[in-house]
């Protein structure tokens, strides 16, 4: 099992032990720590880290399992981790936001299915690198949201159309209402802060900005925002709203619509957002969304609750229902976010566990020796054989890389591909049925094999670099 190691410029963070492949023995392993540094991997003694999910300006985090639930339940464990030269000031206000993050989603998380739960929040000190020096790490656990943030579904599928907006809208302002009601604004509304779950779920991340409501001139903005998605108000570092949510949400539909970054529709000439003209949407909709974009903070919408009211006037029946989209917008540019002091946007890292490698594996070779078969009795080639099925089967595992191909569709693939040759007795030329199984079958153990002996010696590389 891999265990990744959290400490901060570890020089080799990716540990392996064996005997964790065992659920068993994971559940009553002594703690373990990293080969290279010497941290405790085990956190508070039941969360075991097993890949980066992703790295910002004064965080990284961690995807874990909780070895103390039964079913070894998968969390997200994000740990305080400041880089860059900071002064004392900013290392005690960001230590101050991850730790109000902690305070507010234990307010909030569990008492609303579209915000991550808390399960943890702890301190942990360990022995420094530099002999005699200890250093101290603080960790928050919540609940892992399996899925993709709008900004990267954005990258995937090209634009939103009117009806996707639509819903995004009233979910995320039903998120916010329940938010605003307790007296939190979030302060950092954006595409890759609203994450969908495989089962269509939004949900609202990333509360490490929050500022609570108050109505004192003195609450000012801490200058915590990410550039081109807040207010005029929250930039000057002066008092924030509801309203400041609701602007930086009509900034994030409006990205989403056009595909373009939000930098570029704002006219700083004009001081005009501009954007009708990149879209077909209902006039009602784009007058609501212009009214939750005005400067002034008092004439937009108040509250989450008034734009929810001015949305149900919208005829759905008329929206612009999802189309398919074109090659050309599925490769636009990416949305992205540019963070002016804190609140970063943790990228996902694509890493496969063994398992998942293994059984990747074992399709590549299954279906990769079909594939050569039913070219081989069509060709009679074997060098063109050879060459069209390593490109197809390169195809196939890049496909695999990204993705695209996971669970369920290894088995399918090779499923239809044996059935067409089953039916077709051309594509197995003289060999018989069983021929073709037993080939294909010894293809996906040597597959196995060879990617089970070079990850052994990855391992072992690893450990003596």
């Not at 039916?423 to 196995?448: K, M, N, T």
């Amino acid at each position: 099992m891999e265990v990744y190691c959290t400490r901060p410029r570890c020089p080799r963070p990716q540990n392996y032990f064996a005997d964790l492949d065992d659920h068993t023995t994971l559940k009553t392993a002594q703690q373990k720590y990293c080969t290279a540094c010497g941290m405790p991997l085990m956190l508070d003694g039941r969360y075991v880290p097993i890949k980066l999910l992703g790295r910002g300006g004064f965080g990284a985090a961690f995807l874990a399992l909780d070895r103390r639930i039964p079913g070894m339940r998968q969390c997200v464990v994000k740990q305080f981790q400041p880089t860059g030269n900071l002064t004392l000031t900013q290392l005690h206000l960001a230590q101050q936001l991850f730790e109000r993050e902690a305070e507010v989603l234990a307010h909030i998380g569990n008492e609303h299915d579209q915000i991550p739960d808390l399960f943890a929040f702890f301190p942990i000190t360990v022995q420094g690198l530099q002999s005699g020096q200890q250093d101290q790490f603080f960790y928050l656990v919540q609940e892992y949201i399996n899925g993709e943030n709008l900004e990267e579904e954005l990258i995937k599928k090209g634009k939103f159309s009117e009806q996707e907006i639509f819903e995004v809208l009233q979910e995320i302002l039903k998120v916010l209402k329940f938010v605003h009601e307790r007296g939190i604004i979030h302060r950092d509304i954006k595409p890759s802060n609203i994450m969908r779950r495989r089962d269509g779920k939004l949900f609202l991340l990333d509360f490490g900005a929050v500022k609570q409501v108050t109505n004192s001139p003195a609450a000012a903005s801490t200058g915590i925002y990410s550039m081109g998605f807040a207010p005029p108000e929250q930039m000057a570092g002066n008092q924030v709203f509801p309203s400041t949510d609701l602007y930086a949400l009509a900034v994030t539909v409006l990205t989403l619509l056009t595909g373009q970054e939000a930098t570029k529709l704002f006219d700083g000439y004009s001081n005009q957002w501009i954007w009708r003209t990149l879209v077909n949407v209902q006039p009602r909709l784009a007058e609501i969304l212009d009214k939750m974009l005005l400067p002034a903070a008092n004439q937009r919408f108040q509250s989450a609750q008034e734009v929810l009211d001015a949305l149900a006037g919208i005829s759905t029946s008329k929206l612009t229902p999802p189309t398919q989209i074109s090659p050309k917008s599925r490769t636009l540019p990416p949305v992205k976010s540019s963070p002016a002091v804190v609140s970063p946007s943790l990228p996902p890292v694509a890493t496969f566990s063994t398992w998942e490698l293994l059984a990747g594996a074992a399709f590549s070779g299954f279906e990769g020796a079909l594939i050569a078969i039913a070219l081989f009795s069509l060709l009679h080639n074997l060098i063109t054989t050879l060459s069209v099925s390593a490109l197809i089967l390169g195809m196939l595992i890049f496909a695999q890389t990204r993705r695209w191909i996971e669970k369920l569709d290894l088995l399918i693939i090779p499923g239809i591909t044996f059935a067409i040759i089953f039916f077709l007795p051309l594509l197995r030329s003289e060999l018989g049925i069983q021929q073709v199984v037993v080939l294909a079958i010894a293809a996906a153990l040597v597959s196995i094999a060879l990617t089970a002996l070079f990850r052994l010696i990855y391992k072992l590389l690893s450990l003596i670099l």
